[in-house]
């Protein structure tokens, strides 16, 4: 009897440290996220980003924005 609560208290600790890990990658996603909205974009960076969310078929808000920011930043160019 004594040694399932203390398995449960352990598992229910790991859940706890997963969820934070996960809350803080999310956190630093946001991040990087409103980052780009105000960075200067190239091109060629857009591309890369573009690229790499192809190849791993994640983060393609991400390079839907570093497009976007590339695009704004070639019309201010102008």
Not at 9 to 36: F, P
Not at 51 to 73: E, L, V, Y
């Amino acid at each position: 009897m004594g040694g399932s609560g203390g398995d449960h208290d352990n598992r229910s600790h790991e859940d706890k440290g997963a969820k934070q890990a996960a809350d803080r990658r999310e956190v630093a996603r946001q991040n990087a996220l409103r980052a780009l909205d105000r960075a200067l974009m190239s091109r060629e960076s857009a591309q890369r980003i573009q690229s790499h969310a192809d190849r791993t078929g994640r983060n393609q808000d991400f390079k839907a924005r570093a497009m976007s920011a590339a695009d704004r930043n070639e019309d201010d160019e102008e």
